[in-house]
């Protein structure tokens, strides 16, 4: 990945297709397009052009090219972008032509994207935000994304790394040049109060509730319950597509099935979990504990039982999803239960029991509206405030957690009775650290510019 040769690779998706995009980037990629067409547009500015084989002289294609010269690139490159007819053998034609060109290559997996991280165009949460914007499939988790790559996450945490730096340059100052007069007593106290500030700044960012995470991810909802008892059939409703095999017989839906919903412009993950039930085959009991884990790590599980079965018993909720946030009680088959009334629909239920207990069709789609409305409400209300939050993985809040961490150390040592400054500024330091880790840049030459550009010590 490190070689400085120039890179090429279809940016389109797969052909054929009425258009293919192949961008070149590096110091080959103006040879390269002048080879390939004869000529260099203006930067910026989409030209139409004759593509031609270099060795061959055989046209090609006709397209359009584009020439973005570095640092001003997506790369930071010089950048080539051709905008061909999207066939197999056009592509081929052109990537045979730019293997000719000496010092091109075909592009490894991102990375495009992995030399505008290196060259500065993107910081690393920027290119989790650009991941996250390909992958989206809601208008919530979109715009998410979208912020995402735009630097909110990114420029906040860069914020706060400026501002513990500036802390750790009043505490270095102090340690360098403490014999110095024209350096002022008190620096670190005001190292203290900025490094108390940015505790609490960051503490407020990471009390999100986990949105920014979830969102990212889809809210996960489990369809468990007996075999046979529906559960194929209701997320097919739900799904309003065959993506689940709905069979007569019992233990057939082996392994878990997702399905994704964009539920009221949110991302929900809803599982289709085997028949939870005690069995001898060993391919069912493996899909049997499968669909335990998930649905008992699920944010929602709708528990679906058969209300037409045997005696009309409840089958009761297995211990195993007790710990899930919330179970819903889906009673399916109502329309067997109204033609051959059971006793248990009789049964009076009190007002709290309702909001938890749904009675549906999942054939006849009785109740599912209702069931889905529910649904959809709870996802609101689980992503409620989520696009505010900056928060969106894992990495983001072990980097912020650390950095937490450190900064506890700074002020426990600055408050404490002979606290040493040259642990407040390692502590201090160690913050800064995960703050650059979080962004992909870790440089301790910017700490040096800040002691000589804020205290001009003359010297
Ligand atoms: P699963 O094992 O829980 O996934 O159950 P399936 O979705 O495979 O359904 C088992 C059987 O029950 C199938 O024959 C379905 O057609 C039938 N079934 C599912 N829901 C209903 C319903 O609401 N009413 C009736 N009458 N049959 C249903």
Not at 3 to 10: G, K, M, Q, R, S
Not at 68 to 91: K, M, N, R, Y
Not at 415 to 431: F, K, Q
Request: hydrophobic content about 45%; charged content about 25%.
């Amino acid at each position: 990945m490190a070689d400085h040769l120039t890179i090429f690779a279809l940016s389109s998706g797969r052909p054929p297709a009425a258009i293919a995009v192949v961008r070149i980037s590096g110091p080959h990629a103006r040879v390269a397009l002048e080879r390939l067409t004869g000529r260099l547009p203006q930067p910026r500015l989409a030209t139409l052009v004759k593509v031609h084989h270099p060795a061959t002289g055989e046209a090609i294609d006709e397209a359009l090219a584009l020439w973005f010269p570095g640092p001003h690139s997506e790369t930071g490159e010089d950048t080539a972008e051709l905008q061909l007819h999207g066939g197999h053998a056009v592509i081929a034609g052109v990537f045979d032509a730019l293997g000719t060109i000496e010092g091109c290559r075909i592009a490894e997996p991102g990375e495009f994207t992995r030399r505008a991280f290196d060259n500065g165009r993107l910081d690393l949460t920027a290119v989790e935000g650009l991941a996250d914007l390909i992958a989206a499939e809601t208008p919530a988790q979109r715009r998410q994304a979208f912020r995402q790559l735009k630097g909110l996450i990114g420029d906040r945490a860069e914020a706060w790394r400026r501002r513990l730096i500036e802390a750790l340059a009043l505490v270095e100052a102090r340690i360098d040049f403490s014999d110095e007069a024209d350096v002022p007593e008190d620096l670190i106290g005001p190292a203290l109060y900025a490094a108390r500030q940015l505790r609490d700044e960051i503490a407020a960012a990471l009390a999100d509730g986990g949105r920014g995470e979830r969102l990212r991810e889809g809210l996960v909802v489990a369809i468990a319950g007996p075999p046979n008892a529906g559960k194929s059939t209701l997320l097919n409703r739900f799904a309003r597509r065959e993506a689940a095999i709905v069979s007569p017989h019992a233990g057939t839906t082996r392994d878990v099935i997702e399905v994704h919903l964009d539920l009221g412009g949110y991302p929900v993950t809803l599982l289709d979990t085997a028949g939870i039930r005690e069995s001898d085959e060993p391919v069912e009991q493996e899909g049997v504990r499968r669909a335990r884990e998930r649905a008992a790590a699920a944010d929602l599980v709708l528990w679906v039982t058969d209300l037409s079965a045997a005696g009309g018993a409840t089958v009761a909720v297995p211990k195993a999803l007790e710990g899930c946030s919330a179970v819903w009680l889906v009673e399916n088959k109502i329309d067997l239960a109204v033609e051959k009334p059971c006793g248990r629909q009789k049964e009076p239920l009190t007002s709290n029991e309702h909001k938890f207990m749904f009675f549906v069709s999942a054939t006849k789609g009785q109740g599912v509206d209702k069931l889905v409305a529910a649904v959809t409400t709870y996802a609101k209300e689980s992503f409620s405030g989520a696009e505010a939050g900056i928060v969106t993985r894992a990495r983001h809040r072990a980097a912020f957690d650390d950095t937490m961490a450190a900064l506890a150390r700074a002020l426990a040592e600055g408050e404490r009775a002979g606290g040493r400054e040259e642990l407040i500024a390692e502590e201090l330091r160690a913050a800064a650290t995960t703050l650059g880790r979080l962004v992909g840049r870790v440089d301790v030459e910017d700490i040096l510019d800040v002691i000589f550009r804020d205290f001009c010590i003359g010297k």
